[in-house]
């Protein structure tokens, strides 16, 4: 009679790179199997064999078995926090109840949050280990498109209050991002979408290949093809690594993400950041309008910023004002949004332009007419 162990089921293999910043440098996994070994992947990573769980109430019902019972198999003691979905969530009043509910736990400097979930979780938890006793650490488990691409990596943390979006956080590295690109799964084709506008965003600011791989195969992406969802995932993740490590702190390359959000922001203040346009729609339509804007000043070729709208427009999202109906755009209404913008600096707003696909630009030498000219035009194609 053999005794041997049963051995452990084999692992598929997963993408892996490093975003280098020092010792703070940390590595991101994209792959299909990671949540269901979340435990024995993060352990190396962990002070104590102690972890809390964040998560929301549509995440958990899909992911947190999962992840309970590798953090088990691994030796890791766990407990979860389990919020309301939703942008609300990234609020004072929930941050004060997550950090109540650690210190009741008595949580260690040694003890790690895990985000699971996306950006709204992401952001929230990263910024409750920023503060949680002076700081503690926390790994990204990103279950959404767009936090798997951006949110979750790169240590912006933060809530929203009645000013604004992300008006109080911290810049908080995590210590290990997990995206397991089976969970996009379950995520609505709307979700999909607004994740995609940001792989989109990797390609226009820096990158024409990856633009030009993205008209062939972003439809199948969307649609749900595995190897082309990590190769997006693995792609956008290295892009947003390489400027995040040049500039941490956004004083300077970091700026080029914001590309299409300028506009974007504002037509999510218009819109009242809900369910009418979600980030990366307004994205989508950001960054359209910025090609638009830099074809209109001459900067870029016209034949670039069709080739953007009609990318975006081929996948199903909007890419102009046009295309999001019920809505009555007026193009002062959204300059003045802009005015308000995170990003004014001296009173001048920053956009990113570009001379083409893949040369974006940071400026604030625009003119507020060619801006109104272009918001005119798209509020009727
Ligand atoms: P989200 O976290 O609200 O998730 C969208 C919806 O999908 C939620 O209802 C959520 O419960 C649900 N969901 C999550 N994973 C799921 C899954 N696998 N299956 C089914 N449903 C699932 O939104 P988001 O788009 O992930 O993130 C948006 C937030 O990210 C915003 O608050 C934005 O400000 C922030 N953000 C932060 C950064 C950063 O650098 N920190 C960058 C971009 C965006
Ligand atoms: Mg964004």
Same mark, same amino acid.
């Given at each position: 009679?053999?005794?041997?162990?049963?051995?452990?089921?084999?692992?598929?293999?997963?993408?892996?790179?490093?975003?280098?910043? !020092?010792?703070?440098?940390?590595?991101? $996994?994209? #792959?299909? =199997?990671? +949540?269901?070994?979340?435990?024995? &992947?993060? @352990?190396? /990573?962990?002070?104590?064999?102690?972890?809390?769980?964040?998560?929301?109430?549509?995440?958990?019902?899909?992911?947190?078995?999962?992840?309970?019972?590798?953090?088990?198999?691994?030796?890791?003691?766990?407990?979860?926090?389990?919020?309301?979905?939703?942008?609300?969530?990234?609020?004072?009043?929930?941050?004060?109840?997550?950090?109540?509910?650690?210190?009741?736990?008595?949580?260690?400097?040694?003890?790690?949050?895990?985000?699971?979930?996306?950006?709204?979780?992401?952001?929230?938890? !990263?910024?409750?280990?920023?503060?949680? $006793?002076? #700081?503690? =650490?926390? +790994?990204?488990?990103?279950?959404? &498109?767009? @936090?798997? /691409?951006?949110?979750?990596?790169?240590?912006?943390?933060?809530?929203?209050?009645?000013?604004?979006?992300?008006?109080?956080?911290?810049?908080?590295?995590?210590?290990?991002?997990?995206?397991?690109?089976?969970?996009?799964?379950?995520?609505?084709?709307?979700?999909?979408?607004?994740?995609?506008?940001?792989?989109?965003?990797?390609?226009?600011?820096?990158?024409?290949?990856?633009?030009?791989?993205?008209?062939?195969?972003?439809?199948?992406?969307?649609?749900?093809?595995?190897?082309?969802?990590?190769?997006?995932?693995?792609?956008?993740?290295?892009?947003?690594?390489? +400027?995040?490590?040049?500039?941490?702190?956004?004083?300077? /390359?970091?700026?080029?993400?914001?590309?299409?959000?300028?506009?974007?922001?504002?037509?999510?203040?218009?819109?009242?950041?809900?369910?009418?346009?979600?980030?990366?729609?307004?994205?989508?339509?950001?960054?359209?309008?910025?090609?638009?804007?830099?074809?209109?000043?001459?900067?870029?070729?016209?034949?670039?910023?069709?080739?953007?709208?009609?990318?975006?427009?081929?996948?199903?999202?909007?890419?102009?004002?046009?295309?999001?109906?019920?809505?009555?755009?007026?193009?002062?209404?959204?300059?003045?949004?802009?005015?308000?913008?995170?990003?004014?600096?001296?009173?001048?707003?920053?956009?990113?332009?570009?001379?083409?696909?893949?040369?974006?630009?940071?400026?604030?030498?625009?003119?507020?007419?060619?801006?109104?000219?272009?918001?005119?035009?798209?509020?009727?194609?």
């Amino acid at each position: 009679e053999s005794s041997l162990p049963l051995p452990a089921s084999p692992m598929t293999p997963h993408d892996s790179l490093k975003l280098e910043l !020092g010792d703070r440098s940390y590595n991101i $996994l994209i #792959g299909t =199997d990671l +949540i269901k070994n979340a435990g024995d &992947l993060i @352990s190396p /990573v962990l002070k104590q064999p102690r972890v809390v769980v964040v998560t929301d109430e549509n995440v958990a019902p899909l992911y947190l078995p999962t992840l309970q019972q590798s953090l088990s198999a691994a030796g890791i003691s766990h407990t979860e926090i389990i919020l309301h979905a939703g942008e609300q969530t990234k609020s004072l009043s929930y941050l004060e109840g997550v950090i109540d509910a650690l210190l009741d736990q008595k949580i260690e400097r040694g003890t790690s949050l895990i985000a699971l979930g996306g950006g709204v979780i992401g952001d929230l938890t !990263g910024f409750a280990a920023a503060i949680a $006793l002076r #700081g503690i =650490d926390f +790994i990204q488990i990103p279950t959404t &498109l767009l @936090s798997q /691409v951006d949110s979750s990596v790169g240590g912006k943390t933060g809530i929203n209050t009645r000013y604004g979006k992300n008006l109080i956080g911290s810049f908080h590295q995590p210590k290990m991002v997990l995206a397991d690109i089976t969970s996009l799964e379950s995520l609505p084709t709307r979700e999909v979408l607004a994740g995609y506008a940001e792989v989109v965003k990797y390609g226009l600011i820096n990158d024409v290949s990856f633009f030009d791989w993205l008209e062939i195969n972003g439809q199948a992406l969307c649609n749900g093809d595995r190897t082309l969802r990590q190769s997006a995932v693995l792609k956008s993740c290295r892009a947003k690594a390489a +400027i995040v490590s040049e500039d941490e702190r956004e004083e300077g /390359v970091r700026a080029l993400l914001n590309l299409g959000h300028t506009f974007g922001h504002a037509l999510e203040a218009e819109t009242g950041y809900g369910d009418t346009l979600l980030h990366g729609e307004a994205v989508a339509v950001g960054a359209t309008l910025a090609h638009e804007l830099s074809a209109a000043t001459r900067l870029c070729p016209m034949e670039d910023a069709r080739r953007v709208k009609e990318h975006y427009r081929a996948v199903g999202l909007p890419a102009s004002l046009a295309d999001v109906t019920g809505v009555d755009w007026r193009a002062e209404a959204l300059i003045s949004h802009m005015g308000s913008d995170k990003k004014v600096k001296d009173g001048r707003l920053t956009f990113i332009l570009t001379r083409g696909i893949g040369q974006a630009f940071v400026t604030s030498n625009v003119a507020l007419k060619d801006v109104r000219t272009t918001l005119v035009a798209a509020i009727s194609t």
